[in-house]
């Protein structure tokens, strides 16, 4: 047995984040308020962030999280979140880039309001909070990025949504990219791919709608929070030193 397998078995099945101080974005969100959750559960030391004041409050007096809201696409304001969740906490060891914005629109009714605000929302979120962490992170030579894409970002979007998509490829892209500049240095970056999963942000669709999407999958259903948060946890832990650049698919085999 490995030193390092002996060390685990030794240590027995304890919370895998256990000491880690972990920053989330998107907190409040469908996904995103299960994996503040399943993060504490693990024993994540967690920073949560959204858009809504009152709500990133609740959510951190709920689960036993710090907080503030953020618009995490102003590069400066994030930032200065950063700065506050060290003295808070100490420096970070991880982050999930859950922010995100789908509004669908066929391609020719897509305004340059909302191209701007898809690609903003998606993918201008992952890359501002990247900008603030990564430095402290190559520094102690060691980190976690989680970035958030899509079944739409790697095959095209089922709904006319290309704007995104296209946010969505964007991150993959990203995250291969900031992989390859910053693991050298002792960081990971990697990206989960849900495929569809029940949460509000499914708002206007029927419960057939609803259906149909889920069938597209090979258990017929829906994916469910947890079952998204739980290759969170996978990508933050130790269980995953190895894995850099990678996009872990999420999705009920939709895609096969
Ligand atoms: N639900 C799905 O079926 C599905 C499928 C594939 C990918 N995803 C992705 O998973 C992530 C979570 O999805 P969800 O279903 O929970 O969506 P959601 O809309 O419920 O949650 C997204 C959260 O991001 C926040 N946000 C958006 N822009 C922000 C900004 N500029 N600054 C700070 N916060 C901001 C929103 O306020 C919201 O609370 C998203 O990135 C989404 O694109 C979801």
């Not at 609740?58 to 590069?75: M, N």
Request: negative net charge; aromatic residues 6%.
């Amino acid at each position: 047995m490995s030193d390092e397998v002996a060390a685990m078995a030794a240590a027995g099945p304890g919370p895998l984040l256990e000491g880690q101080t972990v920053i989330l974005t998107g907190a409040t969100g469908g996904i995103g308020s299960t994996i503040a959750r399943m993060l504490v559960a693990a024993g994540a030391r967690l920073a949560a962030t959204d858009l809504d004041e009152g709500r990133v409050a609740t959510l951190c007096a709920e689960v036993g999280a710090v907080g503030r809201a953020v618009d995490v696409a102003d590069w400066g304001g994030f930032e200065g979140f950063h700065g506050w969740v060290e003295s808070e906490l100490g420096p970070v060891d991880g982050i999930v880039n859950c922010a995100g914005l789908w509004a669908p629109q066929a391609w020719n009714e897509v305004t340059p309001e909302t191209w701007a605000a898809t690609v903003t929302g998606n993918l201008g979120t992952a890359f501002s909070a990247c900008r603030a962490v990564l430095p402290g992170m190559i520094a102690r030579g060691r980190g976690s990025v989680v970035n958030f894409a899509s079944t739409a970002g790697e095959y095209g979007s089922i709904s006319p949504a290309a704007h995104y998509a296209a946010a969505k490829g964007g991150v993959i892209a990203m995250t291969k990219s900031l992989a390859r500049e910053v693991s050298p240095h002792g960081v990971r970056v990697n990206a989960i791919s849900p495929g569809p999963t029940d949460t509000p942000a499914l708002g206007a669709a029927s419960p057939e709608q609803k259906a149909a999407t889920g069938a597209r999958t090979l258990f017929n259903r829906l994916g469910q929070p947890h079952e998204i948060a739980g290759g969170c946890v996978f990508l933050l832990s130790p269980l995953s030193t190895f894995v850099t650049g990678h996009v872990l698919r999420v999705n009920g085999g939709s895609l096969l």
